[in-house]
T-cell receptor, first 113, second 116 residues
Framework: NAGVTQTPKFQVLKTGQSMTLQCAQD?????MSWYRQDPGMGLRLIHY???????DQGEVPNGYNVSRSTTEDFPLRLLSAAPSQTSVYFC????????????FGPGTRLTVT | AQSVAQPEDQVNVAEGNPLTVKCTYS??????LFWYVQYPNRGLQFLLK??????LVKGSYGFEAEFNKSQTSFHLKKPSALVSDSALYFC??????????????FGSGTQLTVLP
């Protein structure tokens, strides 16, 4: 099993550009989520999904879109990048039942200039 | 709303000594508590969780955590620290939201440094 994979590892964008961060998991997990990690703030939930075709907003959803067309993939779209979106982004997945642990990808470090 | 506090940004301990990383939480209803560890330039790895049952939870790499309902705390402990335990540690709480999704709320993290 590859677990949770994320691409790219690093990305530099100019303000106003758009891009998609890719996330895939091969564990057949129903639940997938995106977090951003900023120094001194822990991880904050951006969007999550409980299955194909079902997504919902987390704590900090503004400026980001998601879709879930398959169980395996959960891409995160930045519509018009802003410097405030400079962060490290993590994708995670888990089963839905019984409060299982989440499995995290290796992260994408995004810089917006 | 649920929240987690990790009052110490940095904890230093000598190798071989016991370590404690503190965590307190606030949540409506039953808390479901987790500890994760992050090594440099890596994603988070699960250490242990408390859902119900015994207040002392044992996890990976010799770590354990004690759930204290009256003090709303879930401190991470290890009897004898290793240099390889040096990492960033996150406490997290989960609660059922609409659609039965389990949203994790993380603390700000505690950098543990074990000195040789």
């Amino acid at each position: 099993n590859a677990g949770v994979t994320q691409t790219p590892k690093f990305q530099v964008l100019k303000t106003g550009q758009s891009m998609t961060l890719q996330c895939a998991q091969d564990m057949n997990h129903e639940y997938m989520s995106w977090y951003r990690q900023d120094p001194g703030m822990g991880l904050r939930l951006i969007h999550y999904s409980v299955g194909a075709g079902i997504t919902d907003q987390g704590e900090v959803p503004n400026g980001y879109n998601v879709s879930r067309s398959t169980t395996e993939d959960f891409p995160l779209r930045l519509l018009s990048a802003a410097p405030s979106q400079t962060s490290v982004y993590f994708c995670a997945s888990s089963r839905l039942a019984n409060f299982p642990e989440q499995y995290f990808g290796p992260g994408t470090r995004l810089t917006v200039t | 709303a649920q929240s987690v506090a990790q009052p110490e940004d940095q904890v230093n301990v000598a190798e071989g000594n016991p370590l404690t990383v503190k965590c307190t939480y606030s949540v409506s209803g039953n808390p479901y508590l987790f500890w994760y560890v992050q090594y440099p330039n890596r994603g988070l790895q699960f250490l242990l969780k408390y859902i119900t049952g015994d207040n002392l939870v044992k996890g990976s790499y010799g770590f354990e955590a004690e759930f204290n309902k009256s003090q709303t705390s879930f401190h991470l402990k290890k009897p004898s620290a290793l240099v390889s335990d040096s990492a960033l540690y996150f406490c997290a709480v989960s609660a059922i939201s609409s659609g039965s999704a389990r949203q994790l709320t993380f603390g700000s993290g505690t950098q543990l440094t074990v000195l040789p």
